[in-house]
């Protein structure tokens, strides 16, 4: 879907938010980008990390089961729901601490729907794995008519909407100063707006922790969750979707 001058068109790195905003700006012929950094894509960096595939859902409900029994995979529950004998969930850090399954079914009405609904190359990046996914794309041919698309995914709203969420402008604009290091600058407007978000934040853990999804997830008890996702270029790993799920590049 091409929406006149909101799709970017003639920038070589694009920058947008949520599923409407991938499907306006993303290019067939280039690659998505998508940050979701508390927590889908960070989950999905330390699952692949560990040799996890990850097949993005975007639904929470029967199909995500049925999608799990295609794939014999294990389905995601959230958070509160998890068990000792089913820890796995949007959480990362019960990844890091758990036995992961090879295969494993994440839903998410942010990252995990974008994934879900792409069309082309897809990429999962988050604050743990800029580099390393700055330096895949670096490999590619990127311009304007292959572009580089970052998504950031957002949160929602009770009623729905989208609501821009500060920890994934931060972390999009990561991937974006990323490029611009390795040469890649034929940025748009909206890119370059992202990248300077995250090029004058002081200190990222602390705003990340301090930040309303930070905080939020802080007061439930999910902290842990919040200082893996805040670790900068702690993974080499750059999951990639393939045939439906996710898996290292």
Same mark, same amino acid.
Request: aromatic share 4%.
């Given at each position: 879907m091409s929406i006149g001058p909101h799709a970017q068109e003639g920038y070589a790195v694009r920058f947008e938010w949520g599923p409407t905003g991938a499907a306006a700006v993303g290019a067939r012929d280039g690659v998505l980008v998508i940050v979701d950094v508390l927590s889908f894509t960070t989950t999905v960096a330390v699952a692949v990390q560990h040799g996890v595939a990850v097949y993005p859902a975007a639904w929470r409900d029967t199909r995500a089961a049925e999608l799990a029994r295609e794939v014999d995979a294990v389905l995601a529950v959230g958070r509160s729901e998890v068990t000792a004998d089913h820890p796995w969930s949007l959480s990362p850090a019960a990844l890091l601490s758990t036995p992961a399954p090879p295969r494993l079914v994440l839903p998410s009405p942010n990252g995990s729907a974008i994934a879900a609904a792409a069309d082309g190359s897809v990429v999962a990046s988050c604050l743990r794995n800029v580099r390393a996914v700055a330096r895949w794309l670096r490999r590619r041919p990127i311009s304007a008519d292959t572009p580089v698309t970052v998504v950031?995914?957002?949160? =929602?709203?009770? %009623? !729905?909407?989208?609501?821009? #969420? &500060?920890? *994934?402008?931060?972390?999009? !604009?990561? /991937? $974006? %100063? #990323? &490029?611009? @290091?390795?040469?890649?600058? %034929?940025?748009?407007?909206?890119?370059?707006? #992202? =990248?300077? /978000?995250?090029?004058?934040?002081?200190? $990222?853990? *602390?705003? $990340? =922790?301090?930040?309303?999804? !930070? /905080?939020?997830? $802080? *007061? @439930? !008890?999910?902290?842990? *969750?919040?200082?893996? @996702?805040?670790? &900068? %270029?702690?993974?080499d790993v750059v999951p990639i979707l393939s045939n439906g799920s996710f898996q290292a590049a």
């Open positions: 950031a995914a957002g949160e =929602r709203w009770p %009623d !729905g909407s989208l609501r821009p #969420a &500060l920890e *994934d402008l931060v972390g999009a !604009g990561a /991937v $974006i %100063d #990323a &490029l611009a @290091a390795l040469g890649v600058r %034929d940025a748009s407007p909206e890119a370059e707006a #992202a =990248r300077a /978000v995250f090029a004058s934040t002081v200190s $990222i853990p *602390d705003t $990340i =922790r301090r930040c309303a999804s !930070g /905080v939020e997830l $802080i *007061d @439930a !008890g999910f902290g842990t *969750d919040v200082e893996v @996702a805040v670790q &900068l %270029d702690a993974s």
